[in-house]
């Protein structure tokens, strides 16, 4: 097994690093019940959930309570970053624990793999002895090639392997471990049919926790909405408290777009209810972490003269004005920042508002430390467990990044503390901003920080490594796109 390979694999200088790493999670062990109980986990990554899009930020529609109420059990990070700006990359930094310059998949290429040698959390977990079920939209390889779940350490994945598969939430099936599961009534018309997949998937998950109760497990639940074509059965209780607000918008089919992106929303989160509720049912949620996250920055959908930011403003500070710039598909903070939420009853703090800056490669290497293993060599990722926990439980200080990095095919971007530098849409000169003073990136600095410039081109040129490429092994085994309807 690749696992067993790591610290084969380890030159002399990360040895130390390996030490500090089996001491750390004596640390965290100890933070369980009993030494040798591992804590459960679950990852919960929600496509397109927008920074403000939730009640406790101030949002004036929006009401979750159980997402309050997972914050203010626990800590929220106000700049915890997405590890890309699109869904297929932002789920590769996360799943490998590598930066946008050394991760597999850099561009949404829609069913472009994993390589056969990548490394995931699914394989780490597996390893430290956890059963690892996935649930919802993959997007690192479609069935018929290398970047399959089931051959990165998921015991089973249902859902969407492909990208694109993802957008309707009334598909003509979904798939468990490479094979078709035909979903009854579905005719391929993506905004309408008999079976809602996302409740499915959510039943799915259920299930897994259910079944797994007695031993540890990591439950990854990437689900799908807010994202792709909005579409839900009538009688969604969430649907029915919004379906004739009429705040305009609407796509080809007449639907109602806003009300039915907030109606999403609002079922997330009670579904999340749900889940919580079910740890306690099961006597399981001390020992249950809970992370909540968004996958990349909002979209400002649905704007009209009475919304300029979008009926939502997922980028849009209720209380200040203040206004992220950009959103998904770029590298200014719009595109990056992401709601980042986690809950461990009695271990982390209730209450929590933390500004360290981290981003996804970060989970790969928090999650290896609270198993009690090592990550692999090629994680970029610092573990967050001494914010977490606390500095004095790790036995460490928090680690900060030297920088953070990003990259797509026209464009890259560098955060050295508070400095931010982007270079957008393919130019070729740096802008400079400092978040600390502002935070809506307007004032570009660059020709009054050569020093910083001159930093950030370094660590690009560094951070960069050619992409690797996974393999399409089986090409009928593939998402072929629904007709356009």
Not at 93 to 98: A, D, I, K
Not at 423 to 448: F, Q
Not at 471 to 484: A, N, R, T
Request: with cysteine.
């Amino acid at each position: 097994m690749k696992l067993n390979l790591i610290i084969n694999k380890l030159p002399l200088a990360a040895l130390g690093a390996v030490f500090t790493g089996i001491l750390s999670s004596m640390s965290v062990a100890e933070a369980a019940d009993t030494p040798n109980d591992k804590p459960n986990i679950i990852y919960i990554m929600l496509d397109e959930w927008g920074y403000f899009e939730w009640s406790e930020m101030g949002h004036p529609i929006l009401e979750t309570p159980n997402i309050d109420k997972l914050a203010s059990g626990g800590v929220r990070f106000t700049q915890f970053l997405a590890g890309a700006n699109v869904c297929g990359p932002t789920r590769s930094t996360l799943m490998t624990g590598q930066h946008l310059g050394h991760t597999t998949i850099r561009s949404n290429g829609g069913g472009s793999p994993l390589m056969a040698e990548d490394i995931t959390i699914g394989e780490v977990l597996k390893g430290a002895g956890y059963a690892t079920g996935g649930f919802g939209k993959w997007g690192l390889g479609d069935a018929g090639t290398t970047g399959v779940p089931e051959k990165h350490g998921f015991d089973v994945f249902y859902g969407y392997y492909h990208q694109t598969h993802a957008h309707s939430y009334y598909p003509e099936y979904l798939v468990r471990n490479s094979e078709r599961i035909p979903l009854e009534g579905n005719t391929g018309d993506p905004l309408k049919g008999e079976t809602f997949s996302h409740s499915l998937i959510h039943e799915e998950g259920l299930k897994f926790i259910r079944e797994n109760k007695d031993q540890p497990f990591f439950a990854y639940l990437p689900w799908t909405p807010p994202h792709g074509y909005w579409a839900m059965p009538e009688d969604e209780p969430a649907w029915q408290k919004y379906k004739d607000k009429n705040w305009g918008g609407k796509n080809q089919k007449g639907k109602q777009n806003a009300e039915m992106y907030a109606a999403m929303v609002e079922m997330i989160d009670r579904q999340l209810g749900e889940i919580t509720s079910l740890l306690k049912e099961l006597a399981i949620d001390d020992n249950t972490i809970i992370f909540l996250c968004g996958d990349n920055g909002g979209q400002p959908y649905f704007k009209n003269d009475k919304h300029p930011h979008g009926v939502l403003a997922p980028n849009l500070n209720p209380r200040t004005g203040e206004r992220f710039r950009g959103g998904k598909g770029g590298f200014y903070e719009g595109g990056l920042r992401i709601p980042f939420i986690v809950n461990w009853p009695g271990k982390v703090k209730a209450g929590g508002v933390s500004e360290h800056l981290g981003y996804f490669p970060d989970v790969m290497a928090t999650l290896a430390e609270i198993a009690g293993v090592v990550p692999p060599e090629r994680c970029d990722g610092v573990s967050i467990v001494p914010t977490l926990l606390g500095e004095e439980h790790a036995g460490r200080k928090q680690g900060q990044h030297e920088y953070l990095y990003w990259e797509s095919p026209k464009s890259r971007a560098v955060r050295i503390n508070n400095w931010k530098a982007i270079k957008p849409n393919g130019g070729k000169k740096y802008e400079l901003y400092d978040l600390a003073s502002d935070i809506e990136e307007l004032n570009n600095v660059a020709g009054k920080h050569p020093e910083v410039i001159a930093k950030v081109r370094k660590y690009a040129k560094e951070a960069h490594l050619p992409a690797g490429k996974g393999k399409v092994l089986d090409p009928s085994l593939g998402f072929k796109k629904p007709k356009k309807h």
